[in-house]
């Protein structure tokens, strides 16, 4: 029997990545920092992907792109408006590199969008459930539910994050048609080896909606294990 190669992992600072063995692999956690791009080491997620995934409108324009279902959106207000004229409503995002729901407000009149201004508009899709699809290197490693906090009361559903009293839950989640699909489909369409993609399912269309893909999720219990395995998988192959 032979023994199995030990291999080292290493926290790289940003600026000494380009220092690195041609030997290595890097698992770049969410950063654009370009210095990464000059390494002769293997990268999974380039910093230019990272950029992409951190910008809504480049994230959403990609999204529209290649094919893959998302929300529709704009940058032009009065499209926004007739939105609302037809009765949807729109979520104002003030901000196109948040997370968490930061920078979001919700129009649903002609006078509430008067009084807002923002980079981006996208138009608010009706939920029944909500997803998070851990990818990597074009497999799904992971699916998590985002359900309401049974200890929070008074919720707002449109919004479903740790701060607004949603958690991730694993069991018993009852898996959409396309779920795995679009998550797939929205990992690559920006250029990404990996990702945890959040993604909405409306039950009267049966149809899965890409929202964002999150380069640099939160690891613990089950999730941590699968991404452990996942890069074991790249590392000794």
């Not at 926290?11 to 654009?32: A, D, H, M, V």
């Not at 006078?111 to 899709?125: F, K, R």
């Not at 998590?144 to 694993?170: A, L, P």
């Not at 989640?173 to 779920?179: E, G, K, R």
Request: charged content about 20%; some cysteine; overall charge positive.
């Amino acid at each position: 029997m032979t023994q199995a190669v030990k291999k080292s992992v290493l926290f790289i600072k940003q600026e000494r990545c380009y220092k690195t063995k041609p030997t290595r692999i890097l698992i770049n956690w969410g950063s654009s920092n370009h210095n990464i791009s000059y390494t002769d080491s293997k990268v999974y997620n380039s910093p230019y992907a990272i950029q992409l995934a951190s910008n809504k409108i480049y994230t959403l324009a990609h999204f529209t792109h290649n094919n893959v279902p998302c929300p529709a959106w704009t940058t032009n207000k009065n499209t926004a408006l007739g939105w609302i004229e037809a009765n949807k409503t729109v979520v104002c995002r003030k901000t196109v590199t948040s997370h968490s729901g930061n920078g979001i407000v919700f129009a649903e009149t002609a006078e509430n969008l008067e009084n807002i201004n923002a980079p981006l508009y996208t138009m608010y899709i009706k939920k029944r459930k909500e997803f998070r699809v851990h990818v990597f290197n074009n497999k799904v490693i992971d699916v998590q539910e985002k359900r309401r906090n049974i200890d929070v009361q008074n919720v707002d559903y449109r919004i479903r994050n740790h701060n607004n009293g949603f958690v991730f839950c694993r069991t018993d989640v009852n898996i959409p048609d396309n779920l795995h699909n679009v998550a797939l489909q929205a990992v690559s369409a920006l250029g990404l080896d990996f990702g945890a993609v959040d993604i909405v399912w409306n039950e009267n269309q049966n149809e899965c909606y890409a929202l964002e893909v999150n380069t640099a999720p939160g690891l613990e219990g089950s999730t941590l294990d699968a991404y452990t395995k996942a890069i074991m998988e790249v590392v000794y192959e």
